[in-house]
């Protein structure tokens, strides 16, 4: 490929390296450095599969982070073993895994393939964001096929209008989230369009050992190739972005809005570390 269409291929998106000191945690908290990220997924494999890596990277940099699973996602069960057992291994390999990239697990009791869009479930997720406050939330994208996916992403979406909301009364004062990211999910995948890249490459291998503690992760209750998938999509990420793995966010389209004072801000602040220029919502001034 050409540097013109590699230009092309990636036209909108910004990649993001730490290393280069250039991170969308940046763009999130008032002094610069590393905040709060919370991942909010319906099951605790989405949330290790295609959050866990933003989180382990969030980390490393000294920020923190916190996956609140809405079920344990019990359901998956292979035939020989019975739902709710199945839902105490998905439990005890998500307490594994958090603990490896020190991330705070926090559960809510809803039943897999049930998970409900109602005020309850919304004023659930509503405290445990104002009680954990993070700076950036990540979670599904509304193009999935999964019912529960779908809830999630419109529990969340009304959740963090209900946590900032300061005169909605609750146990924990309002908190207002910054910026708010979509994940790379294979079964979320209609109109998934991501413009953020984020190098992953420092917490890579540990990621990898987060999500090898979930039994479906290496192809023991399904059809479906999870370790192959998401490893062979972080090279892919990686390929365009100029990293060797990456993650690929997308932003929720409401935040999408560039500030900009000239023009020459947004070429002078988003690099590809393959040399290529790049413009997007982070380049905000
Ligand atoms: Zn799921």
Redesign the pocket.
Known sequence: MNRRSFAQSIGGAVALSAVAGSSVWSESTSDGTPGRVMAIA??P??GLFTMGAVLAQQIERGGTGALLSLSL?ERGAPKDIPAQRYGEMQRTATEKATQLLKVEAIFLPYPDAEIPFNEESTLAVCDAIRQYKPDVVITHWSGSW?K??QNCHLIVRDALFYAGLETLERSRPAHSVSKVFYADNW?DADNFVPDTYLDIEATYEKWLQACDFYPMWRGQTGFFRYNDYYSALSTMRGCLSGFKHAVALMSDPGQRTGRLRSLWDLLSKNRFTAGQRAVGPESVS
Do not use: L
Request: aromatic share 0%; hydrophobic share 10%.
């Open positions: 319906a099951h494999g989405d996602g999964h529960d996916h079964e």
